[in-house]
């Protein structure tokens, strides 16, 4: 399948979504608080925020001014603006459409800079190295990014994985890598499962038998669903090998 086709497919089959990958509240908050000198209305650039349910977390729990920006407008006009309007958050959150490789902000723009699950898109180190500089000096950058726990995953999760990222590396390298880059690790940890179970495949579980009926004639958008099925048994079968890892990193220069 085409690359541009299955894009096509995976925006259609996440579109409404309140979550668009793994992630929850407590976790985002936990991230949150590992930030611990952030100025009382610090400047938020939230990269990749889909339909922005980390976002308006970020607004509730801060003061803050925050720029969410993803490639697709329709994730971010179909919830978080509705949802932000809705709980009075639309004055403090503005969205643009960027592509997190050429992001249209000044440097040292942001005391904060976010991306939940994301970060894959453009590479790890491309992410770090490329938004360091909209950070200003003392300020944060916090990823979330898919990693092996363990050193030698179960063949069928390895084939998986590795066809879908080949870039996917063990927590202690990425670790390692931040810091090379010019980081300063506060902290990591792991994605709680029901991150994934509840809060990302819970709503994504249910739409897939609409997505289906809605192309039973589509043998693309069947293996679509066919492949997201399948990474749900993965997780639900061998999550101690993977998951997500959010990097609490600062920026010291
Ligand atoms: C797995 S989703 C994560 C969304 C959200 N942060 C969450 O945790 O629910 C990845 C997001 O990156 C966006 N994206 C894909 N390519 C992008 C690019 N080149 N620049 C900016 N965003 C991109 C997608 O539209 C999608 O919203």
Redesign the pocket.
Same mark, same amino acid.
């Given at each position: 399948m085409q690359e541009e086709r299955l894009?096509e497919l995976l %925006?259609n089959l996440?579109d409404g979504?309140?979550?668009?990958?793994?992630?929850n509240a407590p976790s985002t908050l936990r991230a949150l608080r590992m930030c611990r000198e952030l100025p009382a209305t610090p400047d938020i650039l939230? %990269?990749?925020?889909?339909?922005?349910?980390? /976002?308006l977390v970020l607004a509730s729990a801060t003061q803050g001014r925050i720029t969410a /920006?993803?490639?697709?407008p329709s994730?971010?006009q179909t919830h978080l603006e509705k949802v932000a309007r809705k709980e009075g958050l639309d004055e403090r959150i503005r969205t643009v459409q960027?592509?997190?490789?050429d992001l249209p902000f000044d440097e040292e723009s942001f005391d904060l800079v976010w991306?939940?699950?994301?970060v894959?898109?453009?590479g790890f180190d491309n992410g770090l190295t490329k938004w360091r500089p909209l950070v200003r000096p003392g300020g944060y950058l916090v990823v979330?990014e898919a990693s092996w726990f363990t050193d030698n995953p179960p063949d069928e999760l390895w084939k998986f994985w590795t066809a879908h990222y080949p870039g996917m590396r063990s927590v202690q390298a990425n670790h390692e890598a931040a810091q090379s880059l010019g980081w300063t690790s506060i902290g990591h940890f792991h994605l709680p499962v029901e991150a994934w179970t509840i809060d990302?495949y819970g709503p994504l579980r249910e739409r897939l038998p609409i997505f289906r009926a809605a192309n039973a004639n589509d043998a693309d958008a069947q293996a679509v669903a066919d492949m997201t099925e399948y990474e749900m048994y993965l997780m639900d079968t061998y999550s101690e090998h993977f998951g997500y890892e959010f990097h609490i990193l600062r920026r010291n220069d």
């Open positions: 894009i %925006v996440h979504l309140s979550r668009l990958g793994p992630g939230d %990269v990749g925020c889909g339909s922005g349910s980390q /976002t /920006t993803d490639l697709f994730f971010f960027a592509d997190m490789n991306s939940e699950g994301a894959y898109i453009m979330s990302y």
